[in-house]
């Protein structure tokens, strides 16, 4: 199983940044998938996340009307679209596939927001 995150780096503030996660080795379509970030510092936090199916949708207060998560299971891949950054966004961003029993993590990507 691998989950790959890509896309992070240094942004100013209000500015916007995509994050992708591929992933192989489990079946993408049957997971709900979802991001995480850390802070230096601090506890890993849940972001946002996207069912399986459905694509049902769930965001963290801090992210909603900014983050826009979107899954394409033809290419295995989750995303994360982030809009209007600001500092307090800085942080470690992580990738996550659930389904009961199971629960795979990526290695993480930096993003920096900074003037």
């Known amino acids: 199983v691998q989950l790959v995150e890509s896309g992070g780096g240094l942004v100013h503030p209000g500015g916007s940044l995509r994050l992708s996660c591929t992933t192989s080795?489990?079946?993408?379509?049957?997971?709900?998938m979802s991001w995480y970030r850390q802070a230096p510092g601090k506890a890993r936090d849940f972001v946002a996340l996207?069912?399986?199916?459905?694509?049902?949708?769930v965001y963290a207060d801090s992210v909603k009307g900014r983050f826009t998560i979107s899954r394409d299971d033809s290419k295995n891949t989750v995303f994360l679209q982030m809009d209007n950054l600001k500092p307090a966004d800085t942080a470690v961003y992580y990738c996550?596939?659930?389904?009961?029993?199971?629960?795979?993590w990526g290695e993480g990507t930096l993003v920096t927001v900074s003037s």
């Open positions: 080795g489990f079946i993408f379509s049957w997971y709900q």
């Open positions: 996207i069912t399986n199916a459905g694509g049902d949708t």
């Open positions: 996550n596939a659930w389904r009961h029993g199971d629960d795979y």
